[in-house]
């Protein structure tokens, strides 16, 4: 099969904007870490694509993914052992108030609108 057989997306559409419209257009794109085709794509089908997740929320995704695995360590040592290894839990349970903690001041910050 020629490469063109198998390429499902062969129809090819061009738009022309004004200098405004394209840079809303590049900034909307760059926000969204998606490419300009996947975009355009997204819009067609109906759905405005959101702006890409901080570096800090991969960072607080990571931190609570440590400390859930701490909690389910201490359950199940607990459970095993029918004891609850205090001075872990309670290590566990601060930095599981700390991430709580900046997770909320991250998402009740109120954002600049970016035009």
């Known amino acids: 099969m020629r490469n063109q057989e198998v390429r499902k ?9 004004d200098n405004k419209e394209h840079q809303a ?4 794109v760059k926000r969204s870490r998606l490419s300009q ?18 570096p800090d929320y991969y960072a607080m995704m990571q931190q609570l ?14 459970h095993t052992l029918n004891v ?3 001075q872990r839990y309670d290590a566990a349970y601060r930095a599981f108030e700390t991430a709580v903690e ?11 609108i970016q035009r």
């Not at 794509?41 to 702006?51: A, E, F, K, T």
């Not at 997770?103 to 009740?108: E, G, L, N």
């Open 84 to 86: 609850i290894d205090v």
């Open 102 to 112: 900046e997770i909320t001041k991250a998402v009740v910050q109120p954002r600049p």
């Open 65 to 78: 993914y440590r400390i859930g695995n701490n909690l389910n360590q201490i359950a199940q040592k607990a």
């Open 9 to 17: 997306r062969n129809n090819r559409v061009q738009v022309r904007l």
């Open 37 to 54: 085709e996947v975009y355009l794509r997204h819009l067609i089908c109906g759905v405005v694509p959101q702006d890409a997740p901080s």
């Open 25 to 28: 257009f590049l900034k909307a």
